[in-house]
T-cell receptor
Framework: GNSVTQMEGPVTLSEEAFLTINCTYTATGYPSLFWYVQYPGEGLQLLLKATKADDKGSNKGFEATYRKETTSFHLEKGSVQVSDSAVYFC????????????FGDGTTLTVKP | NAGVTQTPKFQVLKTGQSMTLQCAQDMNHEYMSWYRQDPGMGLRLIHYSVGAGITDQGEVPNGYNVSRSTTEDFPLRLLSAAPSQTSVYFCASNLLGRENEQYFGPGTRLTVT
């Protein structure tokens, strides 16, 4: 079956530090890849996505590139802010069934001033 | 647009009681899904639907029933609650197609004593 593995957290950084959260996946075919963010007490919301190999998704200073050769979709941001503190989820949707998305376990990011 | 709405926000049940978690969306999305979120385990798919009258099981369907009589509504039923069903439940919807992101409701926090 499909699976998504995220780097274990929690991650604590100082403001303006560089962020990387690793995500690798296992899937047959050509899935779409997503990063979602969850703020305390809320549901998940889309951060960025990429739908084919070598695509780069970007939003609010965050970026991730769909690497088919390494089956990875690592999330990066050059300079984090306190407001980026949240839980980040990597997810895939298979091309065979758009109803059966698979999520990683989530990585909690805390940014200190 | 209200997006995806869920009720109730909080619920406490005794073991053996039944209840229905409500979910509605006003975006005319074909797909709707139910997930549970447990600490350190990410989101796990319970059931999903690809349209009115069509539902299928996800990763953890036991103890839960669903039906979808309209495009807008996708209730989740717990027939006989167990402490293992203590969790936060999220409903999500998305358009047809693997490239489309999911839109999440705010969640229902359920405690079974």
């Amino acid at each position: 079956g499909n699976s998504v593995t995220q780097m274990e957290g929690p991650v604590t950084l100082s403001e303006e530090a560089f962020l990387t959260i690793n995500c690798t996946y296992t899937a047959t075919g050509y899935p779409s890849l997503f990063w979602y963010v969850q703020y305390p007490g809320e549901g998940l919301q889309l951060l960025l996505k990429a739908t084919k190999a070598d695509d780069k998704g970007s939003n609010k200073g965050f970026e991730a590139t769909y690497r088919k050769e390494t089956t990875s979709f690592h999330l990066e941001k050059g300079s984090v802010q306190v407001s980026d503190s949240a839980v980040y989820f990597c997810a895939l949707t298979p091309n065979t069934n758009a109803g059966k998305s698979t999520f990683g376990d989530g990585t909690t990011l805390t940014v200190k001033p | 647009n209200a997006g995806v709405t869920q009720t109730p926000k909080f619920q406490v049940l005794k073991t053996g009681q039944s209840m229905t978690l409500q979910c509605a969306q006003d975006m005319n999305h074909e797909y709707m899904s139910w997930y549970r979120q447990d600490p350190g385990m990410g989101l796990r798919l319970i059931h999903y639907s690809v349209g009115a009258g069509i539902t299928d099981q996800g990763e953890v369907p036991n103890g839960y029933n669903v039906s979808r009589s309209t495009t807008e509504d996708f209730p989740l039923r717990l027939l006989s609650a167990a402490p293992s069903q203590t969790s936060v439940y999220f409903c999500a919807s998305n358009l047809l197609g693997r490239e489309n992101e999911q839109y999440f409701g705010p969640g229902t926090r359920l405690t079974v004593t």
